[in-house]
């Protein structure tokens, strides 16, 4: 929520399941920038590279993480 605050022009909320974002992609988490610690998968859209992530149930996608630093999400 505070995301969605703070960078609306950075949500886009999608109308498919996280799991048709997951498959074949590595599950991250994001070290840096106001994204912190945030966990997804990193997805072209729109010739973008965004999180997506699972929230509520909901396939939400964060545009502005491409600069970020990533790890594996165990």
Do not use: S
């Not at 505070?2 to 022009?9: G, S, T, W």
């Not at 949500?11 to 610690?37: M, Q, S, W, Y």
């Not at 997805?43 to 929230?55: A, E, G, K, M």
């Not at 491409?66 to 790890?71: M, P, S, T, Y």
């Amino acid at each position: 929520m505070n995301v969605l605050k703070a960078h609306p022009e950075q949500v886009t909320l999608l109308n498919a399941p996280i799991e048709k974002f997951a498959k074949d992609h590595v599950k991250l988490r994001v070290l840096t920038g106001p994204f912190k610690d945030y966990e997804g998968y990193i997805i072209r859209i729109d010739r973008n590279r965004q999180l997506v992530f699972d929230f509520a149930g909901r396939a939400v996608a964060l545009r502005g993480v491409h600069q970020e630093d990533f790890e594996v999400a165990e």
